[in-house]
């Protein structure tokens, strides 16, 4: 078993819908999450950076985490055909050297 | 300072040739790390330096590969003897201290042909 899932897709949505991406993860230990947007031959951006459980917002963006459940969640309102990529979750803990990453999503927003 | 830096963005080789790739990491930041990502796929961890000094390897990074971080600054990933299974994205990143945001470059695509 991985020890962070994510669903594959590909994710297919019209344009100004409520996007939600998931991972879900195995280790408890992992305390730090984060959301990456890569771009088709371009390396992962950096769009979200999560300490422990709950929300943080950044404009059209929510991370949401949840300890308990070890599920992880990006939602993205109204969005837009340039919000189409591939979104990775992922993770670390405060002892670890590397990120852990999900396989990532494809999302397709249709004008 | 724009981010980090990877050198070169593509790369064709021939099987059995060797690579040197080149990453500069964000002014400052102490971490550096190598990935390697194959499509579709998320990035697999190759190695981690923290300054100078490579503290960890993944049991991906057989002994044709080899990285280095001289003087605490850029680092360098040479993949000696080629093979096609090399084919893939090689991603760096870099980030100021122990849980901090790590920030990747735009990575180096390497074809084995």
């Known amino acids: 078993q991985k020890e962070v899932e994510q669903d594959p897709g590909p994710l297919s949505v019209p344009e100004g819908a409520i996007v939600s991406l998931n991972c879900t993860y195995s280790n408890s230990a992992f305390q730090y999450f984060m959301w990456y947007r890569q771009y088709s031959r371009k390396g992962p951006e950096l769009l979200m950076y999560?300490?422990?459980?709950g929300n943080k917002e950044d404009g059209r963006f929510t991370a949401q985490v949840d300890k308990s459940s070890k599920y992880i969640s990006l939602f993205i309102r109204d969005s837009q055909p340039s919000d189409s990529a591939t979104y990775l979750c992922a993770m670390w803990y405060s002892s670890a050297s590397k990120i852990i990453f999900g396989s990532g999503t494809r999302l397709s927003i249709r004008p | 300072d724009t981010g980090v830096s990877q050198d070169p963005r593509h790369k064709i080789t021939k099987r059995g040739q060797n690579v040197t790739f080149r990453c500069d990491p964000i002014s400052e930041h102490n971490r550096l790390y190598w990935y390697r990502q194959t499509l579709g796929q998320g990035p697999e961890f190759l190695t981690y330096f923290q300054n100078e000094a490579q503290l960890e390897k993944s049991r991906l990074l057989s002994d044709r590969f080899s990285a280095e971080r001289p003087k605490g600054s850029f680092s360098t990933l040479e993949i000696q003897r080629t093979e096609q299974g090399d084919s893939a994205m090689y991603l760096c990143a870099s980030s100021a201290d122990r849980n901090t945001e790590a920030f990747f470059g735009q990575g180096t695509r390497l074809t084995v042909v």
């Open positions: 999560t300490y422990s459980s």
